[in-house]
């Protein structure tokens, strides 16, 4: 299997014990995965950069994989799971890394940027730009931006509910998201999924393809599919209950600025780019950022981009790290 090229190790870190793929030697790049994802979903990125000369750590985010999972809600806001990255990087003995995250692990990376600056060199974002802290919370903000419709991350809200329809099949709920999210999904379909009615289940109406896109494997989805059979999706969840906790615990998240050295990649057909009806979240973000060095927009793809397109987003941080080495 593929999975077994990759040397996976444990580490201590802000009180949990967290499992990483970790290559190479060199300036530390840590790779932090969204949802619903493992370490693996960086595994087109790993080895090309501890080639190119980096020590190159890609962990479970908490709530996956072989990472501990805490029950508590209150166990997966922003400022643990930034904690987790800088006890990571103090686990390595290192002073300092460069980080990249997708989807959810964007925010985690962009967070840890702008809360630890000391110990973050760069930080480059996949599919979620940074985004300073709003006047009301995202729940507040997605609750009158979807009222009397379906939005999941408000479906997500209420415990046992999402876990209950997601675990109950786990191969096809994988199937289900990774597809609908891909640039290989139409419009009707992402329609489907996004604008439904408020009683709706979360995989009502999404089409479970067959064959399903090259760009994932069997042997890609059976990895996903035996980790969240494993560990279930409570801890994964959590990280969207705790965004009301996050926007009153961390005020100080409406003025900061990433400073560092930053980059921003993306699909065109990403659904992200359109959370906000009438914005494209994708026109300039860079914004809150006093150092930013570009973005790579690719054309025909979308959310799981770094899967996707391994390719273009290979070379794209390539160029980027190449800059920080």
Request: hydrophobic fraction near 40%; include cysteine; proline fraction near 6%.
């Amino acid at each position: 299997m593929l999975a077994d090229t990759f040397s996976l190790q444990r580490f201590s870190t802000n009180g949990i014990s967290v499992r990483a793929a970790v290559e190479g030697t060199g300036p530390l790049v840590i790779m932090v995965h969204g949802w619903p994802e493992l370490w693996y979903s960086w595994r087109h990125q790993i080895h090309p950069i501890a080639k190119a000369g980096f020590r190159v750590v890609a962990p479970d985010v908490r709530g996956y994989g072989g990472s501990d999972k805490p029950h508590p809600i209150e166990a997966y806001d922003m400022i643990e799971l930034t904690a987790d990255v800088v006890g990571l990087i103090d686990a390595l003995g290192e002073e300092k890394a460069i980080l990249v995250g997708h989807d959810w692990g964007a925010p985690i990376c962009w967070n840890t940027a702008v809360l630890h600056p000391e110990q973050i060199s760069a930080v480059v974002g996949l599919s979620v730009p940074y985004f300073q802290r709003g006047q009301v919370s995202p729940i507040e903000l997605f609750k009158q931006l979807y009222e009397g419709k379906f939005f999941y991350q408000l479906y997500f809200q209420e415990e046992e509910v999402a876990e209950a329809e997601l675990e109950a099949d786990v191969r096809t709920t994988l199937r289900k998201i990774y597809y609908i999210l891909s640039g290989d999904s139409s419009a009707e379909d992402i329609q489907a999924k996004l604008i439904k009615g408020p009683e709706d289940k979360f995989l009502d109406g999404v089409p479970n393809p067959d064959p399903f896109p090259a760009w994932l494997t069997d042997e890609d989805l059976g990895y996903f599919v035996e980790a969240f059979t494993q560990s279930g999706f409570r801890g994964s969840l959590n990280r969207y209950r705790a965004q009301q906790r996050d926007w009153e615990l961390l005020p100080q998240l409406s003025e900061l600025s990433v400073d560092q050295p930053s980059y921003f990649i993306a699909g065109a057909l990403d659904v992200v780019r359109a959370f906000i009806p009438g914005i494209d979240l994708f026109e300039n973000p860079g914004v809150n950022c006093t150092d930013f060095r570009g973005a790579t927009i690719i054309d025909g793809e979308g959310h799981w981009i770094q899967q996707e397109a391994p390719k273009i987003v290979n070379h794209a941080l390539l160029d980027f790290l190449a800059d920080m080495s």
